[in-house]
């Protein structure tokens, strides 16, 4: 296939004196019948070249799809005298949300059948849900689109029926006030879509009466509105990737102004919760790793925050949970999650104790001040995922649910290890990886998949996929790098991979990939990486850095226009994200982002098989950044390897919506690399 280079005059972009030609400037226009023509031809390539695994691509939707329990259901909480579920009905793609008052013995009453709001539609996903707090009404956000714009609709639960009252083109998050008729919500700005404004309405008013009682004026900034644990507070969150501030009002009193909790500060990081006559908050003042503190809430400033749990060097504090009789904290130490549990007695704390090498752990549903459980989720790239009640008094857990394997699972086969890598600056990156044991080869002919995101502080967990069976049981080896730009090792693992350390993301994972080489868990011919969204900048980051080092890439939703992007503020997430990538207005930044940028740095060479997918509806990665770098990789590649692209021409950043309808995008993804290890019939 051809690069479409004629289709139009090149654009001439200049920065700070410097100049840079983009021939495929043009795709930005969404509206251009030359652009989806182009895109309907890359999607046509592409299902000819994999034309003769079509049918293995059926199978192996088949495979995976059947190893997921198709009548599931999710492990009941309770709360505000009910228990709350979803569960899923054989063939259908959407959940059904449920509820059984006092006992799960109770009848069962259907909230929202999503399969019944979906039908006939491509696309259709809901996102937040909220019952009032008297529980007669739901409030439930849809995007029937997947450019998570979302329409808010309410719902009877006495009659079954639908309100008159509906909000669009909102965020889809918002939260009840206590007298059950008021709700705030968010709403984004409608070119940009960062939520910038917090507006109260009433049921049974018009849209045209709705009081904006907040407004983000800093375009660093977005925000959004929550309750608090006890339910006595909402919040209004204002973030910047650097800075916090909160706002708040008690929930009964929801005409009241909001009052700031403690103003911004640049490098001041907080999020609170309330219990009793305290705000407790977990914040970075004077704490890299993060600490808890509490505040009064007659005066909630910075200078009244006391330390419950200091700071240290080497532990990363996440998260918190409030009860009445404990803290429960999540914590990362040396990579892995610990869960501990403080009485606020003073007697000893504990922590809960895990067995795999490497995992991940995480507190999960907890909506219940008065109770002596604690309900936690675990998991490991060999352990199925798993629901547990923990009696945090008498130090026993009881499992709940653990994900179903369905045709069978033998842990036994599979093996999981954490081995480490040096990085070029002398730093240990740590690599998560599995694979069936009767199927491994330590010589260095196992095909290999490495995956890594490696941005925005987002630690990538080592989980367990039943997807990714199909994967080991054809013998791949599948790793996870930990690589800095991530939270994995600490606050200082994202910091050192940021701004103008942002290549260390990529150099890390380059030593990743080498030391699996040089420890013959695999070689070159038989090596490929997959990353999506910033995991794609990665992708193509490394490509051009060290395309003699993979047989074949993947890069999902890959953000890889960095420059052009980051000066473009009309596009969504830009403003949001200079503290991230940093501001190409300045010169510094500027000349950093145009050394890395996978589109900008394209040259004439030789590059390993590359498979590209999209969203012609995303959001957060407009669909023009990866379909003008796979068209400038057309025109200058030197080699025959295979170049593809698929753009959803239905859906957007997380592509195709329902529960299976997604999997047949992993299955083409998978048969990409079996078709290179030549594993497809």
């Not at 996903?125 to 997947?146: I, R």
Request: glycine letters at 6%; one cysteine or more; proline letters at 5%.
């Amino acid at each position: 296939m051809k690069s479409p280079i004629a289709a139009k005059k090149p654009e001439i972009l200049e920065t700070h004196g410097h100049q840079r030609i983009d021939n495929y400037f043009w795709m930005r226009d969404r509206e251009n019948p030359s652009v989806i023509e182009y895109l309907n031809e890359e999607n046509a390539f592409l299902k000819e070249n994999l034309k003769h695994t079509e049918e293995f691509q059926k199978a192996l939707f088949e495979e995976i799809k059947g190893r997921i329990k198709e009548d599931d259901q999710s492990v009941p909480y309770f709360k505000s005298g009910y228990y709350w579920y979803a569960r899923y009905e054989k063939g259908a793609e959407y959940p059904i949300y449920c509820r059984k008052a006092s006992s799960l013995e109770h009848p069962e009453e259907i909230l929202l059948n999503v399969n019944q709001l979906a039908e006939g539609k491509s696309y259709y996903q809901v996102g937040g849900t909220s019952s009032s707090p008297n529980q007669n009404l739901l409030a439930f956000a849809a995007d029937e689109v997947g450019r998570r714009i979302y329409t808010i609709y309410f719902k009877d639960l006495t009659t079954g029926e639908l309100l008159e009252d509906s909000i669009p083109n909102v965020t889809g998050n918002l939260t009840w006030a206590a007298d059950n008729q008021t709700i705030f919500y968010s709403k984004q700005d409608p070119e940009t879509l960062r939520a910038h404004r917090i507006y109260q309405h009433v049921l049974g008013t018009s849209l045209e009466q709705d009081r904006l009682v907040f407004e983000e004026t800093d375009e660093e900034f977005s925000c959004h509105v929550v309750s608090t644990k006890s339910e006595e507070y909402i919040f209004i969150h204002s973030e910047s990737t650097i800075s916090s501030e909160i706002r708040f009002i008690k929930s009964d009193q929801p005409n009241k102004e909001f009052q700031l909790l403690q103003k911004r500060i640049p490098h001041l990081e907080y999020a609170a919760d309330h219990y009793d006559d305290y705000f407790w908050i977990r914040t970075n003042n004077h704490a890299q790793n993060f600490k808890v503190v509490k505040a009064p809430i007659s005066s909630p400033s910075i200078e009244h925050w006391e330390d419950v749990i200091p700071h240290r060097e080497n532990v990363l504090l996440e998260d918190f949970e409030l009860f009445s009789h404990y803290l429960v904290t999540q914590e990362r130490s040396n990579g892995l999650v610990q869960v501990l549990v403080k009485p606020w007695d003073g007697s000893p704390g504990h922590q809960l104790e895990f067995d795999d090498e490497t995992y991940t752990a995480w507190i999960s549903t907890n909506p219940e001040f008065n109770t002596e459980t604690l309900r936690f989720g675990y998991n490991s790239l060999v352990s199925p995922s798993s629901i547990y009640d923990y009696h945090m008094a008498l130090q026993t857990k009881t499992l709940l649910k653990q994900q179903e394997v369905v045709g069978g699972y033998d842990q036994s086969q599979y093996h999981s290890a954490r081995i480490w890598a040096k990085a070029p600056d002398g730093v240990m990156v740590p690599i998560s990886l599995v694979y069936k044991k009767e199927l491994f080869q330590p010589d260095g002919s196992s095909p290999l998949l490495l995956y890594a995101y490696g941005s925005y502080g987002f630690s990538t967990e080592a989980y367990f996929s039943s997807s990714r069976l199909s994967l080991l049981d054809r013998g791949f080896v599948f790793a996870i790098a930990h690589i800095r730009g991530g939270e994995d090792m600490g606050r200082h693992w994202y910091e050192d991979g940021k701004m103008l350390k942002k290549k260390n993301t990529f150099t890390d994972f380059i030593a990743c990939a080498e030391h699996l080489i040089e420890e013959k868990y695999t070689s070159t011919p038989h090596l490929y990486a997959m990353g999506g969204s910033a995991g794609g900048l990665l992708m193509g980051a490394v490509m051009n850095m060290r395309p003699d080092l993979f047989h074949g890439l993947i890069a999902s939703v890959p953000f890889v226009d960095v420059v052009s992007t980051m000066l473009d503020e009309s596009i969504p997430l830009t403003t949001g994200e200079f503290q991230e990538w940093g501001n190409p207005k300045e010169k510094e930044y500027y000349d950093y982002m145009l050394s890395y940028s996978p589109y900008d740095n394209v040259t004439a060479k030789d590059y390993p098989n590359l498979l590209v997918t999209s969203g012609l509806h995303d959001s957060q990665v407009q669909y023009w950044e990866p379909t003008k770098w796979v068209a400038k990789l057309r025109e200058l590649k030197t080699d025959n390897n295979l170049l593809l692209l698929h753009t959803n021409m239905d859906a957007g950043h997380g592509g195709a919506s329902g529960r299976f309808n997604s999997l047949k995008e992993l299955a083409m993804e998978y048969t990409f690399l079996f078709h290179l290890e030549k594993i497809v019939p």
